[in-house]
């Protein structure tokens, strides 16, 4: 099993900063793919990206120009660095991890993930 933390969620205003970090612990040898994903209640669960052990992302298009994802191996700690943020993206963060797909990716979708952390929010206004 792995377990995750993340952290860093707080209220900021508009236009400002944040990085979350997401910690992974137990069977951190079986994860091949991590990703970042947001949810606003009452709304599905939305990928923001995602990232392989070789530091390969994919994001979705409409975030790929603010936010970045990082991927520190020997911490065992996923980033989600957060730019220009707008009162959109007040929700609650979730980290995931789980093996690459057959075709060696890893999607930004809900289902390929195993693992889930508890989730951090973040609040702009």
């Known amino acids: 099993h792995v377990q995750l933390v993340e952290s860093g969620g707080e209220s900021v205003q508009a236009g400002g900063s944040l990085r979350l970090p997401c910690v992974a612990s137990g069977a951190t040898q079986d994860i091949g793919c991590m990703g970042w994903f947001r949810q606003v209640p009452g709304l599905e669960r939305e990928g923001i990206g995602s990232?392989?052990?070789?530091?390969?992302?994919t994001y979705a298009d409409s975030l790929k120009a603010r936010f970045t994802i990082s991927r520190d191996n020997a911490k065992s700690t996923l980033y989600l660095q957060m730019n220009s943020l707008k009162p959109e993206d007040t929700g609650m963060y979730y980290c995931a991890a789980g093996p690459v797909n057959e075709y060696g990716g890893c999607p930004a979708v809900k289902a390929h993930y195993a693992y889930w952390g508890q989730g951090t929010q973040v609040t702009v206004s």
């Open positions: 990232i392989d052990s070789d530091g390969i992302t």
